[in-house]
């Protein structure tokens, strides 16, 4: 590696190109007009998410020519940005590759009263993928029938619908259906295919379709959670709650910096009536088959069923049965454990055999019912990473987080820290925002992650505890009007 494309320390970045590309050209000019608005720029923001179909971000700059006006830039403009750690791809969104971003928006525009000539203005010029922009003015209504991985690649590519030419990752489905798209926007068609569609290798339903640096991914949550459905995806790269190296000299250690996150929070790590109520933990699926006039009743067990689907923690490589987030225990004085209680959620769907002959749609004990406590489950033990620019990370990755017990240490010279049993592990990035800061001449990164099962077990309690409550009994509210009325509680009051 060159001297030039080695990290030195740790924030550090390449910002190749910052610039705008014309809707028109200048007099003389064969091409658009481009204006490098590098030397402007003060800070650049990148958003990738899985939730998300596309990435969005936005550039703040210090403007004394007024290129807003000049230029002008109405909407109709693109984007040339490439930036990286040293050493490392990150995001090359140029005409040269054809995947220039769409500037979409100018806004917080306000004048710098400190320039004694007036003329200096801050801006902030939003920017996302130029299939948003095919979304919004395109229209679907149209017939799909077999694999909804074909019908996802037809709207990705096709010139009147996303006509998009970037790399296209797809996992293969086991759904074969026919499919009517009632005039949808592309992306919101893809998203209705997504959320019938069944995994090939993988038992869990529903698919995800973003975008990150890489291109366009179209798979299920535990595609990425997991490899060719047999074993855990091995993390990307490892963080943890520490100390900053200081500077000794000039020697400074620049991984120890990059895996010492800046600074850490958890959004809801324990949340179980959230988790009740939506079906997390137990639910009910009443299907109603109009041909056939029947009812099919599916009962959901989280405990039981855990140990069939990849979750972030596992078991030397394999499905881990027992590192689930709640315990095995039984619940009051009912006997059973919390994932019995089927009726805390319950769902009715029509179901319609024999639609299109060969064509058989999925069932919603097979989707919706399996979905929606996966994709509810992500939601808890949320855990946002402030840490320095690492474009090896895209959103969908798997990271490790070491975080101790938060319990004093003794007076002990040989008492370490202990890694927390449940927090600390294995998490997936969820979103990943880049945020490049020209005057600090800092990059670094938030990532939102999820954490959907415990690196250690929680322990189980097999016996029945009830804590024994007097019961106060029943009693009318005239009746207990009428015991103060024939006391003596009221004599002296007037």
Known sequence: MSENNRIKQAGEYTLDKVELISYRRHQGEQTPHKVNIKPITLNVELTEDIYSNTMVGAITVYDMQDIRTVLPITGMEKLNLVFSTPGIEGVNATEEDGYPFQIYKIDEVRQDSANATGRGQFYKIFFCSSEMYFSSINRISKAYSGPIEDAVEDIFRDKTKLNSKKQFYFEPTSTNAKYVIPNLRPLNAINFLSSYAKSANYKNAGYLFFETPDGYHFRSVESLLGMGGAKARPAKFSFQSGIANTREGD??????????????????????????????????????????????????????????????????????????????????????????NYMAKLMTKTKATKLHNDYELPSHADTTQVRIPQYEAMKSTNLKLQVFGNSLLKAGDIITFDIPLMRPLGNSKDKREESSPYFSGRYMITAIKHIINMKAQRYEMILDCMKDAVRTSYPAELDQNIVNTPDRGVTSIYQADKDILSGDILEGVN
């Not at 800046?262 to 324990?270: C, G, K, N």
């Not at 006039?293 to 049965?321: I, P, Q, R, V």
């Open 251 to 340: 020697v400074r250690d620049v991984m120890n910096d990059m895996t010492n996150v800046i600074s850490y929070d958890f959004l809801r790590p324990a949340d179980a009536l959230r988790q009740i109520r939506t079906g997390v933990y137990a639910n009910t699926l009443i299907e109603h088959d109009a041909f056939n006039k029947t009812f099919t009743k599916t009962e959901y067990d989280y405990l039981a069923d855990f140990g069939k689907y990849f979750h972030t923690e596992h078991d030397n490589g394999d499905k881990a049965a027992d590192k689930g987030m709640i315990p095995f225990t039984k619940f009051e004085d009912t006997n059973k454990d919390i994932s019995q």
